[in-house]
């Protein structure tokens, strides 16, 4: 059993991966910044080295820290850039701190978004390899906290595995403008409104399940310095997904509108996995036309509709 903690724990993915990590007999405490009603989460502003550092006097050591705590997305990025920076950057500034002074093994969560306009297949190495462009304010804010991570790694022999998530979705992601492509679309197909589809973009899905299990496993295989595509194996096009989507719900596209390119967004990404099959037993359980039924679902009985 080991003592882990788990920033952003109410997230869409930080909150299964703190019960799943629970379930398999650790010790697991969470921090967000909303109040929660399970003992198991402490509210706090990774962005408030203050806050963070309590929550280590009080809850710790630890042996693990996933620190899945962020603001998300391109648009919510450019509409709170404060926030987004403070979090993204000073926040993990702040945990790097923490885990240069006290030792613990960190599990950083970055974001497939740091390929940019890479137009091939997206493995680990790219980064190493080729000159990168971010597109976006978000994509550059995770870049610039793997770029603090290999720092802290270099000067203080901090030990950090570094995970890339490409385009996660499934149950439990709550809607707002700025969430993902799949709860966006579901949401407004749901409630009859209108929404756009850039048709010369395409995707790696990772269904939620598949991509706690292999994020749960890094506790059981941690090798320092490794970094890891987390991504499935269902690469489609951004049309055929809402087109399954309609289809399940029973509705035509007659409010959405098709273009060809959203601007500063990557137009492919089709990722990697070898490394997270074999290291991490990454495996794709559910297929995405079940995942998307499970997500429609779900949003129905959430929000009533």
């Given at each position: 059993m080991a003592r882990i903690l788990v920033t952003g724990s109410l997230g869409a993915v930080g909150a299964p991966l703190s019960s799943e990590l629970q379930a398999r007999g650790h010790e697991v405490t969470g921090l967000d910044m909303r109040h929660d009603h399970l003992s198991r989460n402490v509210r706090c502003d990774v962005g408030e080295f203050r806050e963070l550092e309590r929550v280590f006097d009080q809850r710790g050591p630890f042996d693990y820290v996933y620190h899945a705590a962020g603001e998300f997305g391109r648009m919510n990025g450019e509409d709170y850039y404060e926030r987004m920076w403070k979090t993204n950057a000073v926040g993990t500034k702040n945990v790097l701190r923490l885990q240069e002074e006290r030792g613990f093994r960190h599990i950083f969560f970055s974001s497939s978004e740091v390929y940019g306009d890479f137009d091939r297949?997206?493995?680990?190495?790219?980064?190493?390899?080729?000159p990168i462009r971010q597109m976006n304010d978000y994509a550059i804010s995770k870049w610039v906290n793997e770029l603090q991570v290999m720092n802290s790694a270099d000067r203080f022999g901090t030990e950090t595995v570094r995970v890339r998530l490409f385009n996660t979705y499934g149950p439990g992601e709550p809607y707002s403008d700025y969430r993902s492509v799949v709860c966006l679309f579901t949401y407004r197909?749901?409630?009859?409104?209108?929404?756009?589809?850039?048709l010369n973009h395409h995707r790696t899905a990772t269904y939620i399940d598949d991509c706690v299990n292999a994020l749960a496993n890094i506790s059981d295989n941690f090798i320092p310095g490794e970094v890891y595509n987390i991504a499935g194996?269902?690469?489609h096009d951004i049309k055929s997904l809402?087109?399954?989507?309609?289809s399940y719900i029973g509705?035509?596209?007659?409010?959405v509108e098709y273009r060809e390119v959203e601007a500063h967004n990557t137009i492919d990404k089709k990722g990697d996995?070898?490394?997270?099959?074999?290291?991490?037993?990454?495996?794709?359980?559910v297929g995405l036309e079940e995942g998307l039924r499970r997500t429609v679902d779900w949003q129905r009985s959430v929000y009533g509709v």
């Amino acid at each position: 059993m080991a003592r882990i903690l788990v920033t952003g724990s109410l997230g869409a993915v930080g909150a299964p991966l703190s019960s799943e990590l629970q379930a398999r007999g650790h010790e697991v405490t969470g921090l967000d910044m909303r109040h929660d009603h399970l003992s198991r989460n402490v509210r706090c502003d990774v962005g408030e080295f203050r806050e963070l550092e309590r929550v280590f006097d009080q809850r710790g050591p630890f042996d693990y820290v996933y620190h899945a705590a962020g603001e998300f997305g391109r648009m919510n990025g450019e509409d709170y850039y404060e926030r987004m920076w403070k979090t993204n950057a000073v926040g993990t500034k702040n945990v790097l701190r923490l885990q240069e002074e006290r030792g613990f093994r960190h599990i950083f969560f970055s974001s497939s978004e740091v390929y940019g306009d890479f137009d091939r297949v997206m493995h680990e190495s790219v980064m190493a390899d080729h000159p990168i462009r971010q597109m976006n304010d978000y994509a550059i804010s995770k870049w610039v906290n793997e770029l603090q991570v290999m720092n802290s790694a270099d000067r203080f022999g901090t030990e950090t595995v570094r995970v890339r998530l490409f385009n996660t979705y499934g149950p439990g992601e709550p809607y707002s403008d700025y969430r993902s492509v799949v709860c966006l679309f579901t949401y407004r197909a749901l409630h009859d409104l209108p929404y756009t589809v850039y048709l010369n973009h395409h995707r790696t899905a990772t269904y939620i399940d598949d991509c706690v299990n292999a994020l749960a496993n890094i506790s059981d295989n941690f090798i320092p310095g490794e970094v890891y595509n987390i991504a499935g194996e269902d690469y489609h096009d951004i049309k055929s997904l809402s087109d399954h989507i309609l289809s399940y719900i029973g509705k035509d596209d007659s409010k959405v509108e098709y273009r060809e390119v959203e601007a500063h967004n990557t137009i492919d990404k089709k990722g990697d996995n070898t490394s997270a099959k074999r290291d991490l037993n990454l495996t794709v359980t559910v297929g995405l036309e079940e995942g998307l039924r499970r997500t429609v679902d779900w949003q129905r009985s959430v929000y009533g509709v």
